[in-house]
Nanobody
């Protein structure tokens, strides 16, 4: 059973940066899709970025490309989301998720169509960007 704990959220002004961390306990095989998702009040959960632990392919939603970077440490136990040039519209609760998959293409699929009913999810960390 994989358990995830997010950290690193906070309040910043527009243009600022934050780095989120997701620490995974339990067994993370080489075929997991680790992703970051976010949900603002009154809105649906949306995918932000994901990484396929086998090969480290990365995927991003269009609104964060060029500003956010997802990465993992060498033992794949921690996933990071470096967020630069933050905008007020980035304000949301950010969740880390782990999905057992057998192909990196499922990372893209899950990014576009989040499935909170599948996989393992953390409790979330709040990111607030003020203008």
């Amino acid at each position: 059973q994989v358990q995830l704990v997010e950290s690193g959220g906070g309040s910043v002004q527009a243009g600022g940066s934050l780095r989120l961390s997701c620490a995974a306990s339990g067994y993370i095989s080489t075929t997991y899709c680790m992703g970051w998702f976010r949900q603002a009040p009154g809105k649906e959960r949306e995918g932000v970025a994901s990484i396929y632990t086998s090969g480290s392919s990365t995927y991003y939603t269009d609104s964060v490309k060029g500003r956010f970077t997802i990465s993992q440490d060498n033992d794949k136990s921690t996933v990071y989301l470096q967020m630069n040039s933050l905008k007020p519209e980035d304000t949301a609760m950010y969740y880390c998720a782990a999905h057992l998959v057998n192909s990196g293409r499922y990372c893209a699929i899950l990014l576009n169509r989040p499935r909170p009913d599948l996989g393992a999810w953390g409790q979330g960390t709040q990111v607030t960007v003020s203008s």
